[in-house]
């Protein structure tokens, strides 16, 4: 099986993130009463899959060593990234998982996405991630692909918003 393609495996889960890398921090209110379901829907692959990322994994649920791939495009002009879930968290106050990246993916690095509730009870939902190119495409995107990165947490912030008006 391939390895990581990157140190500092596990920094997103205390949020202690590596110098010398991109950074992504991006934090949303949710709907308050939706910490459960708004976990159960990051832990299930149903938050990135409504937000049109296809997603192929090994299990229905986020744990340590599941490897997914994710796919963002259509058709031909689908880009796939492959990585293997780092960490996982399901109790009181966080709910969520880290993965990284493997060989394939465009990017060296880690993402996380967690669920938590503070001692207000308001729900929150962040995006945490650091990044390096692992090729030339993401090379070539610069600033793009940094813009893209932000894009990308702010648009899952929006769809488990939405997600959770739902439930």
Do not use: K, N
């Not at 991006?26 to 708004?38: E, I, K, M, N, Q």
């Not at 976990?39 to 299930?44: C, E, S």
């Not at 390096?132 to 070539?140: D, E, I, T």
């Amino acid at each position: 099986m391939p390895a990581l393609t990157y140190p500092h495996v596990g920094a997103t889960r205390a949020g202690e993130l590596p110098a010398g890398w991109r950074h992504v921090r991006h934090r949303v209110r949710l709907p308050d009463g939706c910490y459960r379901s708004a976990g159960a829907a990051v832990l299930g692959w149903r938050l990135h899959r409504a937000a049109g990322i296809r997603m192929e994994a090994d299990a229905d649920r986020a744990a340590p060593g599941v490897r997914v791939t994710s796919g963002l495009g259509v058709g031909r002009l689908r880009l796939w990234a492959p990585c293997e879930v780092v960490w996982a968290a399901d109790d009181a106050r966080r709910i969520g998982f880290g993965y990284g990246t493997l060989p394939g993916h465009p990017a060296r690095g880690e993402e996380a996405f967690v669920v938590s509730h503070d001692d207000a009870g308001h729900v929150w939902f962040e995006v945490v991630a650091f990044s390096r190119p692992a090729g030339w495409l993401m090379r070539l995107a610069g600033p793009f692909g940094r813009g893209f990165q932000q894009a990308y947490a702010w648009w899952l912030g929006r769809t488990l918003r939405r997600l959770c008006a739902r439930s």
